[in-house]
């Protein structure tokens, strides 16, 4: 028997992207999305998205510890290219470095990926420091922050007035000096999202933040068009899932109650 070659994007081949080639991400929390994914995603993000997309909760919230190393380990078993990227969950990093840097590991060496991911700016700054001291790639996430919608009230776009835009592209200098090897910025003005790409070493992977960024990551699902409720403005549909699947659960139905299915092929004789 022949073991599968593991051939992943590092952390370096990631950050060298820079100015060279775009990086390529997508959100996804399945071994069977990211399977296909992992054809064509330098990067594949375990997002706390999943609790909205998954789990059908509100906001991300309410991830766990725990719902972020079980998607984790289903999705780096079934990938062998993409660069696996984990979110921290709200509520595990944010005051304590030392917190920060159990919970990451915890998630790193359950799960086998190779980083993580935590919203913040400057605040953010030294924890990020000291992880990345410790051993643990961080990706950073500033612009729409989704762990703060109860301070912002819903999920807007960032940078509106000339203090938040100033104060946004401190956040990014901030924690690319702290070292992390990718930023994600969400839901900012292209002007904003190209700022922030000149002024910081680290690649941005925008999402809603146009075309300058040097990568973009969409969630798997909202790209496929699997839900049927509101989508951003920046979400591009490539496909949609939601009414092939519906289509296809109708039609079983009717085979069902019409005993067109199970036909001769699939049944044992
Ligand atoms: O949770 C997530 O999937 C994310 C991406 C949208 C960047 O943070």
Redesign the pocket.
């Given at each position: 028997m022949t073991d599968t070659i593991i051939n992943r994007y590092t952390v370096p081949e990631i950050f060298l992207k820079k100015n060279k080639s775009k990086i390529v991400?997508l959100?996804c929390?399945t071994a069977q999305f990211a399977k296909i994914a992992d054809k064509y995603a330098d990067i594949i993000?375990?997002?706390?998205?999943?609790?909205m997309?998954i789990y059908g909760q509100k906001n991300?919230l309410s991830v766990t510890k725990q719902m972020m190393i079980e998607h984790g380990k289903a999705v780096v078993n079934s990938t062998k290219r993409a660069l696996v990227v984990i979110?921290l969950p709200f509520g595990t990093y944010e005051n304590s470095k030392k917190r920060a840097f159990k919970v990451s590991t915890e998630i790193l060496s359950k799960t086998g990926a190779s980083a993580v991911?935590l919203?913040g700016g400057i605040e953010l700054a030294d924890t990020i420091h000291y992880l990345v001291e410790r051993g643990i790639p961080v990706m950073g996430?500033i612009g729409l922050m989704?762990q703060r919608i109860n301070i912002k009230g819903k999920f807007i776009s960032q940078g509106h007035s000339s203090l938040e835009v100033k104060k946004i592209i401190t956040d990014a200098k901030s924690i690319s000096s702290a070292g992390v090897f990718s930023i994600?910025v969400?839901a900012v003005k292209e002007s904003l999202g190209k700022k922030i790409t000149s002024s910081v070493s680290a690649p941005t992977?925008g999402?809603g933040a146009g075309k300058y960024c040097d990568g973009q990551?969409?969630?798997t699902a909202d790209m496929l068009g699997l839900s049927d409720t509101f989508t951003p403005k920046f979400v591009k549909k490539y496909a949609n899932l939601y009414s092939d699947i519906d289509e296809a659960i109708k039609k079983y139905k009717n085979e069902v109650l019409n005993g067109k299915f199970p036909s001769a092929k699939n049944i044992y004789n």
């Open positions: 991400s959100s929390y993000l375990v997002g706390d998205s999943m609790g997309v991300t979110d991911k919203e996430h989704p994600v969400e992977i999402i990551i969409l969630v």
